[in-house]
């Protein structure tokens, strides 16, 4: 272990006092068939499965110092091979991303990437040739230590494997960027380091680890370590040559890295440096020069580090990780009543999805109704129907299916079908007085105990429930299209909802695997709100004379998953016109009601865009409709425009009390509306903007909290 390494590992554990350290233990074994002496390193933090290994300073010197003792038996040929694996169902997941928080020097970063590489690039210098066994998760640094060695197997039984990085803001940088094209060829490793990561961190599964080529051989889960070790002793002997494709360093390569650029433009429009920098790395690996490789990865990990688009993405995966395993202001668990029926009112497309939902998940007997068996009888169907792919994909088996759709029914009768039930869930027309009609029917029927939930996107849960004889059951349970993809679920409690029936729903939710917040009842909630507030800003931009084209590109900078008006197509313009009504009564003077979006939706169109071209272009029958003034922002001022009015919306909103931090806001975005984790949600990216400041006076989040210490 040299001076120099042994210095940089120690005076960054100083900086990480609350490391989680992993311990790399090494143990003898005879390899069979006389293949010889075998090291087998193991990397284990201690703990048991839910609590994976990192990789942190210390973690590091630790396998430093294994290194050392093997490298030492190597020279003195007392070993004929090395390898490395991980404790029961996890390799080794990456770096200890507490540490990284606490970095305030760019120095101290480079120090980070400096000792990783250092350590790793070990591996592949020994005198013997060494052997990662991938036997269970492997995410970023965990999926670099394998790279460095000379061969590698995987499990069938992997259930995640990838290079993260660049999707929370950083590059692979121990050995991923410029070793893994290396190996596998660019084109492989633009879709595993930029492609998978932009697409909400894909992960890879065994087979495809092999099939990829990041791995020689492929075992069973069962027996994994034996079989592995059977292989390496043929490998040793020479009875299994392994070969690799030989790797295309010619026009392939940079298409490759075109590729990925072009996937980045589509995915971050050049507003988040992370893909960028990892792409520079593997177009310069092209060559082959590791070591000039290895100090780029440092570099670009050192500036990222320092960066605000790392923090914001730290700071979104703790809220993703975290913050949504323990809503804020959510009661004790134990007021929580038993569920072991739910009706759901209405057979439509939501309503169906929804008790496609509580199905699957508490497989308890749901129950539909509607104002006609028709309806019923669609709806059920499509329950049945959604059952039936899952059994045809092998996502269940043939019992659970039938066991399903035996436990799937409707009535007309609200009595028959709801007097036995726990939890009753409205998917009604959005409309107070047919939704307080609906309640008046259920709470006639339904056990006293019975949770009502609303899953109004936009309405007043207490005006729903004033005129019931018990309000306090009656709580806002609004999930977000498509449900079965996205997370969220703003749990909202109205004025008179007590804690048993809010206890219930979080209960549900969690059963349900959504991420709940607490919302309270304010017009539109949290996500309606700020979508609503920063559309209708851009359509009254456009209505003011600006053209579509230069509103929809003036937001791209922001990398949001869809153009506003390809989102507000995904709505529908009737909703969105619907929500900013409702919006507009309560806040007139912030939210407009667009004359141009109400001609859109009078036309009955679908939206803004035609896609002839393959491309969304303005429909000339929608630009014939538009009604435009003659005032012509350019891209930054309609930018700076929007993001003042979602700042100030957001502000007030934290006034009302709405949702209990600004960490709710953004765990509401990324998981509902799903805003890249880059920008932090958005309160994150308006304070590094200086935006917060501008329109509030102050910033959203404490200096250090997405962002590098003070």
């Keep these: 272990m040299s001076t120099t390494t042994t210095e940089l590992l120690k ?31 193991t990397l284990d933090n201690g703990l048991d499965h839910t609590k994976p290994t990192t990789v942190g300073p210390q973690s590091l010197a630790n396998l430093n110092a294994a290194v050392d003792q093997v490298e030492k038996e190597a020279a003195e040929g007392a070993i004929s091979g090395v390898g490395i694996t991980g404790k029961p169902f996890i390799f080794a997941v990456g770096a200890d991303l507490k540490g990284v928080e606490l970095l305030k020097k760019h120095e101290d970063a480079l120090a980070i990437g400096k000792g990783g590489h250092d350590v790793f690039r070990r591996l592949s210098g020994l005198a013997v040739p060494t052997f990662a ?14 790279l460095h060695c000379s061969y590698r197997t995987v499990s069938t039984a992997i259930p995640a494997f990838s290079l993260p990085e660049v999707f929370l803001g950083l590059v692979p940088g121990w050995g991923g960027c410029a070793l893994l094209p290396n190996l596998i060829g ?3 490793a633009v879709s595993v380091i930029i492609e998978n990561s932009l697409n909400q961190n894909r992960q890879l599964k065994g087979k495809q680890v092999f099939e990829l080529g990041i791995a020689d051989a492929i075992f069973e889960g069962a027996d994994f370590l034996e079989q592995s070790l059977i292989w390496t002793a043929a490998v040793l002997k020479g009875e299994i040559a392994v070969e690799r494709p030989q790797v295309d360093r010619g026009d392939a390569w940079d298409q490759a890295v075109a590729r990925g650029r072009a996937v980045a433009d589509s995915k971050v429009h050049g507003a988040a440096p992370a ?3 990892a792409l520079q790395i593997i177009a310069a690996a092209k060559d082959g020069d590791l070591s000039a490789g290895f100090d780029a990865e440092d570099q670009a990990l050192a500036d990222l580090i320092m960066g605000g688009e790392l923090r914001s993405g730290i700071y979104s995966f703790n809220l993703v990780q975290k913050r949504a395993k323990r809503p804020a202001g959510a009661p004790d668990k134990a007021l929580a009543r038993p569920v072991t029926k739910v009706g759901v009112v209405g057979a439509g497309l939501m309503a169906s999805q929804l008790a496609l939902l509580f199905l699957r998940r508490l497989e308890v007997p749901v129950v539909l109704t509607d104002i006609d068996q028709e309806r019923v009888d669609k709806g059920v169907g499509y329950v049945r129907a959604e059952i039936d792919k899952l059994l045809g994909k092998g996502r269940i088996n043939q019992d659970k299916a039938n066991r399903l759709k035996a436990l799937v029914s409707g009535v007309l009768d609200k009595a028959e079908g709801f007097s036995d039930a726990d939890f009753i869930i409205e998917a009604v027309f959005e409309e107070i007085g047919v939704k307080q009609q609906v309640f008046a029917e259920v709470e006639a029927v339904a056990p006293a105990h019975a949770i009502l939930a609303t899953n109004t996107s936009s309405l007043s849960v207490t005006e729903m429930a004033s005129k019931l004889k018990n309000p306090e059951r009656v709580v806002g349970f609004h999930f977000f299209n498509p449900v079965a993809i996205l997370p969220l679920l703003e749990i909202v409690r109205g004025e008179q909802t007590d804690d048993a029936s809010l206890a219930t729903a979080f209960g549900v939710a969690r059963k349900l695997k959504k991420t709940a917040v607490l919302v309270k009842d304010a017009p539109a909630f949290v996500v309606n709100r700020i979508l609503t507030r920063f559309m209708g800003e851009i359509q009254n931009i456009i209505d003011e004379g600006t053209p579509v084209g230069t509103a929809e590109k003036a937001i791209e900078p922001l990398g949001l998953p869809m153009s506003p008006l390809v989102l507000l197509e995904l709505v529908g313009p009737a909703i969105g016109l619907h929500v900013s009504e409702t919006l507009n009564r309560a806040f007139p003077d912030r939210f407009t009601v667009s004359e141009n979006l109400a001609a859109v939706v009078k036309a009955g169109k679908r939206g803004f865009y035609v896609y002839d071209s393959g491309k969304p272009e303005l429909d000339p029958e929608v630009a014939a409709l538009l009604k435009q003034g003659d005032t012509v922002l350019t891209e930054e001022q309609v930018r700076d425009r929007v993001l003042d009015a979602v700042a100030q919306e957001i502000g007030l909103m934290l006034d009302e009390g709405v949702v209990a931090e600004a960490q709710d806001i953004d765990l509401c975005l990324i998981t509902g509306a799903g805003w890249p984790f880059h920008l932090g949600g958005i309160t994150p990216y308006l304070d590094r903007e200086g935006v917060s400041e501008r329109v509030n006076g102050k910033r959203f989040l404490a200096q250090g909290v997405a962002s590098v210490p003070a």
């Design 133 to 146: 066994y991938y036997n269970g998760a492997a995410m970023g640094g965990g999926v670099e230590i394998g």
């Design 186 to 188: 660019a084109d492989r």
């Design 275 to 277: 893909a960028y920098r």
């Design 11 to 41: 005076g960054a554990a100083e900086l990480f006092p609350g490391e989680v350290v992993t311990q790399a233990h090494v143990r003898h074994l005879d390899l069979p068939g006389g293949a010889g002496r075998f090291a087998l390193i």
